[in-house]
């Protein structure tokens, strides 16, 4: 059974910084690769950035340069670094494998003064 527990969300101010983590469990991590995504009220989902089972990483243009995606294979957990947060970047971030059609629970970002 695949689990996807997010976590590190909150309330942060403009410019701020927020780390998300995603431990995953029930698919065989180190062969997939993991990606970060995210819903605004009223929008679509779409991908904030992935990362390879080698470790190679790609960003959604909206992130280039603020966020950066990690991955610890032994913990089975992908990570998240958002920095310069701005207000638009205010959604649900979940994480998945690409292999797999199951989502977790997701983690709030609210970046607002």
């Known amino acids: 059974q695949v689990q996807l527990v997010e976590s590190g969300g909150g309330l942060v101010q403009p410019g701020g910084s927020l780390r998300l983590s995603c431990a995953a469990s029930?698919?065989?991590?180190?062969?997939?690769?993991m990606g970060w995504h995210r819903q605004a009220p009223g929008k679509q989902r779409e991908v904030v950035a992935t990362?390879?089972?080698?470790?190679?990483?790609n960003y959604a243009d909206s992130v280039k340069g603020r966020f950066t995606i990690s991955r610890d294979n032994a913990k089975n957990t992908v990570y998240l670094q958002m920095n310069s947060l701005k207000p638009e970047d205010t959604a649900v971030y979940y994480c998945?494998?690409?292999?797999?059609?199951?989502w977790g629970q997701g983690t709030q970002v609210t970046v607002s003064s």
């Open positions: 029930g698919i065989n991590f180190n062969m997939n690769t």
């Open positions: 990362i390879s089972s080698s470790g190679y990483s």
């Open positions: 998945k494998a690409q292999r797999y059609n199951d």
